[in-house]
């Protein structure tokens, strides 16, 4: 995804299975790359990890920056 990957978006490079097509290639993004998992993030469960994510992208889009 060149121009970087939008809120609410697939990730293009995310596998039938939800892996990673890139773990472990030089050419997966650094911020992927420097992104380590916690308890928090995931949860126990697929469905507790995407509340978190969508909570995540709602607090990060643009117009509710954490700079304001
Ligand atoms: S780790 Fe990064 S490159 Fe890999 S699927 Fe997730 S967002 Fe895409």
């Known amino acids: 995804m060149p ?3 939008p809120a609410n978006v697939r ?3 995310l596998g039938d299975h939800h892996e990673c ?6 050419d997966r993004p650094s911020f ?6 916690a308890p ?3 949860g126990d469960s ?3 990890a995407l509340l978190w994510l969508g909570l995540m992208e709602t607090a990060t ?3 509710r920056g954490a700079a304001k």
Do not use: A, I, T, W
């Open 3 to 5: 121009n970087g990957k």
């Open 11 to 13: 990730c293009v490079q």
């Open 21 to 26: 097509l890139l773990f472990g290639q030089p």
């Open 32 to 37: 992927c790359e420097g992104l380590k998992p």
């Open 40 to 42: 928090e993030m995931c």
């Open 46 to 48: 697929r469905q507790e």
């Open 61 to 63: 889009q643009p117009d």
